[in-house]
């Protein structure tokens, strides 16, 4: 036997947005929206809600009443549509709020895009994977194994039962249960998705790419715990290369003296190349990962070339990121370690 | 039937797994709606299933089918337990397997080597397109035995890189290098030999083993037709192992000899393929640049043995000549005489006379060309060289043709003739009946050119006899004729000599 409060019509439960308990208070924005309490709503509206409390009132209001069959669809497409856009934005958003470390704040808009997401494609579309893997990954960061373990798998499942299934998705896969079971300590396992994740990820983009860099990275911290120092080693080497190689190709574009006008007439530049430029998500990563090997460097005798590299990269990054009091900084760090080392033929 | 409904239940119980995370963090703690983690694969092939999966499938089904699905459970558990990496190398491919094994060991460099040659094979398959011989070459990643092979080598390799060991790296990127020439990939064999001899390159004091690489590359382009590629390896394996006693082959032989012996090899046959381009068209900067790749090869082959590098010079004399530059090829040519006279090489020292007869030919020094032929035909004979003989016999016609000799000239043709027809040689007889037939005619055109200018009946009957029976008539007219011709001349004057004339040297021309 369930209580109904008398405040709600009859026959209508008004659950909890995010715990799915009777709720007791509505979003005065939107009123569409109902929380248990004060504590989830605040939860929420600095999560997602904040964002799409607009966009979820013709979603959750009752159909107005339209007289014709083409009306009706229209409506269904126009519906629909607004469905895919959400997915999108709340997906985007749980993502950005995790390259920034804010796990709590991720799990709102992730459960959001799930739920529409299912809504959308139904429960074993490969399209909820996405999702899955932000939950899971906000759960690790959270510290929440057995919570990410279950993500992680349910997505797994969805990947193993939908073979056509994008090197990409897999890729993230098995690179988020990679860093699962790293949490968890489960060290040889870990090694297992993430050869995976680096196996997918190659074929997708290379084996020298960015993206696939950061299979490496992770691998290498693994060795590095597990104190295999000549392994992690040689992975950390490849990640600087990687980035070094990236940057260096960006800031070549971006620093390129534009062709001048030869006589009258207008400038025919012909070949405009187009900077592949890094995104929220791959700057985050590039600082974060820079960053970290810079101070493992620091704490190893390590060659001399590798840490003026590190620096190298880490000064293109804070240039093309505009950080310039960063830069600057580097820069002088740079300028020290060449000095110190006596390092030639190092072009700055 | 059962599988289907055994599907579905399994599905069914699928089912409220995912809405239990979304439903909310704070129930999904609780044991008793925690969704069992899927299991990975197919049904069949798992033997765990978990206890309360099984309960509910036997409380589901009836009778009949309680009795199948207890059977493959009996069945299952005869089959041994399998860990999650098991399950995984069933289910995927055997190279995402070998690759797993690799990355998961941290041999990344490795890995990466392996997938650049797979999309490297699949890329050149793919722009070769369907008719081609590629197309049907077995892809790299169905061979098992060479990806374990290649595997095994490049992890290894990887590993001695990682302790700096770079000798041990060139060494198993060497054997690998071997084991695909064997197999007969040279695609493989190739790369990995160009590995070789970057990691040699890089070494310190690692000369011989950059010697050994650089040999194996230059033979791998020599045979992809980069010639000169291949002689720049060459060149350089020849001056590292200058001086160097101590580094032999695996025959024994010594690195500078072979290095000689190769470079002798490509540049005879760039050679071979200028002097061809010569025969063509003759072009000075080909000659030119024929020459110093001969120089070259007169020092690679310094410590071969003699024979071969009298051919050199030899060649390098005979482009010369091409060359039009007589003083520096009769420079040659007398080495070359030299050679071939310690070596008592009759062939050689005849070949060298005719050369150098043509040398002086070229300089004007007829006297010095003809004494040269004679000496030829002189060892010509003497070796009983048939072929030889009549070639210098024809020489010797050219010259006392152009000499104007033509009696001499038509008597070494005729020779040359008869000596290349018992030979059998029909060009060289052919040839050599032609200019017997102009030296002839040109010898003719003397007495019939006098007889021509002096109008009078002796000489028109002597022509219009000659002209009848061509060769007894001309033999004799010559010795005959002198005496009675000039009596004529003194006595006659020309009368109707415009007639005849005219008509006479076009029959004679024709």
């Known amino acids: 036997m369930s209580i109904n409060p008398l405040s709600n019509p009859k026959g209508v439960k008004l659950l909890c947005e995010l715990c799915q308990k009777p709720a ?71 993502q950005k709020l995790l390259f920034e470390g804010k796990h709590d704040q991720a799990v709102p808009a992730a459960l959001q895009s799930l739920k529409f997401a299912i809504d959308v494609f139904g429960l074993a579309s490969i399209n909820l994977v996405p999702s899955y893997l932000i939950l899971g990954e906000a759960s690790i960061g959270l510290g929440r194994l057995e919570q990410a373990e279950e993500y992680l798998m349910q997505a797994n499942w969805t990947v193993l039962k939908t073979p056509e299934c994008s090197n990409a998705i897999k890729s993230k896969l098995y690179r988020n249960l990679g860093l699962l079971y790293a949490a968890k300590g489960d060290y040889d396992e870990a090694l297992r998705q993430l050869a995976d994740d680096i196996y997918h990820s190659a074929q997708e983009f290379g084996t020298d790419d960015i993206r696939t860099a950061g299979g490496y990275y992770h691998m290498a911290n693994i060795f590095f715990r597990k104190n295999e120092m000549a392994v992690a080693d040689s992975l950390y080497t490849r990640v600087i290369d990687i980035w070094h190689k990236h940057l260096s190709g960006i800031i070549k574009v971006r620093t390129k003296t534009p062709l001048v006008a030869r006589g009258p007439g207008p400038v025919f530049d012909d070949e405009i190349e187009e900077e592949d430029k890094l995104d929220e998500a791959q700057e985050a990563e590039a600082v974060q990962v820079l960053n970290a090997v810079l101070d493992i460097r620091e704490h190893t005798p390590s060659d001399s070339w590798e840490l003026v590299k590190i620096l190298h990269a880490l000064a293109m990054l804070h240039f093309s990121l505009k950080t310039l009091q960063l830069e600057t900084n580097t820069a002088r760090k740079l300028w020290k370690s060449h000095q110190k080392k006596k390092v030639k033929n190092w072009k700055q | 039937m059962a599988d289907t409904i055994m599907k579905y239940c399994k599905m069914a119980t699928m089912l409220p797994q995912i809405r239990t995370p979304n ?372 020489n010797l016609g050219y010259i006392y043709n152009s000499r104007g000799d033509y009696s001499e000239a038509s008597k070494y043709f005729s020779k040359a003739f008869s000596l290349s027809q018992s030979k059998d040689s029909r060009k060289a007889a052919e040839s050599s009946s032609v200019h017997y037939g102009i030296s002839h005619a040109l010898g003719l055109m003397k007495g019939v050119k006098k007889h021509l200018t002096m109008t009078g009946k002796v000489p028109m009957t002597r022509i219009i006899n000659w002209k009848n029976q061509r060769q007894d008539e001309f033999k004799k007219s010559i010795s005959l004729e002198e005496v009675s011709l000039e009596r004529e001349l003194k006595e006659s004057e020309p009368v109707n000599s415009i007639a005849e004339p005219t008509e006479l040297p076009s029959s004679d021309e024709s």
């Open chain 1, 24 to 94: 007791f208070i509505q979003c005065t924005e939107c009123r569409v929206t109902y929380y248990c309490g004060v504590e989830h709503q605040k939860t929420d509206w600095l999560g997602v809600h904040e964002k799409i409390c607009q966009l979820l009132i013709p979603l959750r209001t009752q159909l107005p009443f339209l007289t014709s069959e083409e009306e009706r669809d229209n409506r269904k497409q126009w519906l629909l549509q607004q469905k895919m856009d959400l997915i999108e934005l709340t997906r985007t958003t749980g």
């Open chain 2, 23 to 394: 439903s909310g963090r704070s129930q999904a703690s609780k044991k008793g709606l925690m969704p069992t983690p899927p299991r990975t694969g197919s049904a069949k092939s798992r033997p765990e299933t978990g206890l309360s999966a099984k309960s509910i499938k036997l409380k589901n089904a009836n009778r009949k089918e309680q009795e199948i699905i207890l059977r493959r459970e009996r069945l299952r558990e005869e089959q041994p337990l399998l860990s999650k990496a098991q399950t995984a190398a069933y289910r995927n491919t055997f190279k995402h397997n070998l690759c797993l094994d690799m990355l998961q060991a941290g041999f990344h460099r490795a890995f990466s080597e392996l997938h650049m040659l797979m999309t490297k094979q699949r890329a050149a398959r793919e722009a070769a397109g369907p008719d081609s011989v590629l197309w049907n070459e077995p892809l790299l990643e169905n061979e098992q035995e060479k990806l374990e092979s290649m595997k095994f080598y490049l992890m290894e390799a990887e590993e001695a890189l990682r302790n700096g060991d770079l000798k041990l790296v060139y060494k198993n990127r060497f054997s690998l290098a071997q084991f695909f020439q064997g197999r007969g990939d040279k695609w493989l064999s190739d790369h990995f030999f160009q590995t070789c001899l970057d990691v040699s390159s890089q070494e310190e004091n690692a000369e011989e083993r950059l010697c050994e690489a650089l040999c194996f590359v230059g033979l791998a382009m020599e045979e992809n037709g980069e010639l000169f590629d291949a002689i720049e390896r060459f060149e350089d394996y020849y001056q590292l192992s200058q001086g160097q006693t101590g580094w032999r082959t695996e025959s024994g032989k010594e690195f500078h000899t072979d290095a000689c012996d190769h470079l002798t090899r490509l540049y005879t046959a760039v050679a071979a393929t200028r002097l061809r381009m010569i025969k063509r068209r003759l072009e000075w900067t080909t000659c030119s640049r024929l020459t110093t790749l001969l120089k070259k090869l007169l020092i690679s082959l310094s410590c071969g043995d003699e024979s071969q590098s009298g051919d050199a010079t030899y060649k390098l004399a005979l482009a010369y000549v091409k060359m039009e530059d007589a003083k520096t090829a009769l420079l040659y040519l007398k080495m070359y005489l030299e050679i071939c006279e310690a070596s008592k090489d009759d062939a050689g020292i005849g070949r060298a006379c005719e050369a150098m007869a043509k040398a002086f030919d070229l300089e004007g020094k007829t006297e010095e060309s003809l004494k040269c032929l004679v000496r030829f035909v002189e060892v010509a004979e003497k070796s009983g060289q048939e072929l030889a003989l009549a070639r210098a016999c024809q």
